[in-house]
């Protein structure tokens, strides 16, 4: 597939996905948002990929929201459309993806920006970049998830504040508040995203998947997260890569993980 909007790599087994609308700082129209539907599915589906970084080009932003100049023409109902199409293939695919994705947050992750950053699993910030959900500066509240999201990472009051102030906050603040890991130099972010990932990598493929549906149950209405881990934890059991990963403990020797 040709992308216009995103640069494409399988480095290894990490998938690398790069938004690539400079110009524009990034800003998800409504291609990118096509695109990024196919490269995620794809991503998840390619069994040569293990895991995916996700950053935006250049050093200046990851990305700077949905594209405001899409806005005007919209009505109600094409708002709602907008967002809902958005979250389900997009959003929602990410938080409910089968393999790690991680967000390699290079500078200004506003609005959309901010909330394709916090569906993916893990969040790692260059010192530089700046995040916020700045919608009501619009007239707008967040539609890709963000009021859910971003509730959970930091908590409800700093969540009602910075979606009501519209303010940026900074790499170290995003830190403070557990909405990034970890922050590094601009220089250093993709070899620190890197290196998580890569640590990842060494585990079991499927109890990663395992992992993350367990994790995601709790926060989701009417799914019992204790009841679905039990579920999942019951799922390793019938896996090759349980066998593998006990019996190379007990052999004191290093797992090889088949993903089966
Ligand atoms: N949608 C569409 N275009 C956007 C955009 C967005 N979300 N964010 C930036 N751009 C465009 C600008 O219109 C400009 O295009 P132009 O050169 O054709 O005029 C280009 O990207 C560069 O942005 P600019 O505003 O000139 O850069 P800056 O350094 O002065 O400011 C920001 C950077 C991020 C503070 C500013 O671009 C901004 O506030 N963007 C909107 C953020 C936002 O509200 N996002 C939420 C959307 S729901």
Redesign the pocket.
Known sequence: MEYQNLLIELKGRIQYIIINRE???N?LNKATIAELHTAFDTAFNDPNVGGIIITGAGQKSFV??????EFSELNGEGGGDLARNGQATVFDLIENGSKPVIAAING?A???GLELAMACHIRIAAETAKMGL??V??G?IPGYGGTQRLTQLVGKGRAMEMIMTADMITASEAHQYGLVNHVVSQENLITKVEEILNKILLRAPLALASAITAINAGLKDGVNGYDKEIEEFSKCFQTDDLREGVSAFLQKRKPDFKGK
Do not use: V
């Not at 700077?64 to 100049?69: P, S």
């Open positions: 110009s524009k700082l800003a700077a929201g949905a594209d405001i100049a200004f506003l609005g959309g700045p919608e500066t619009l707008l």
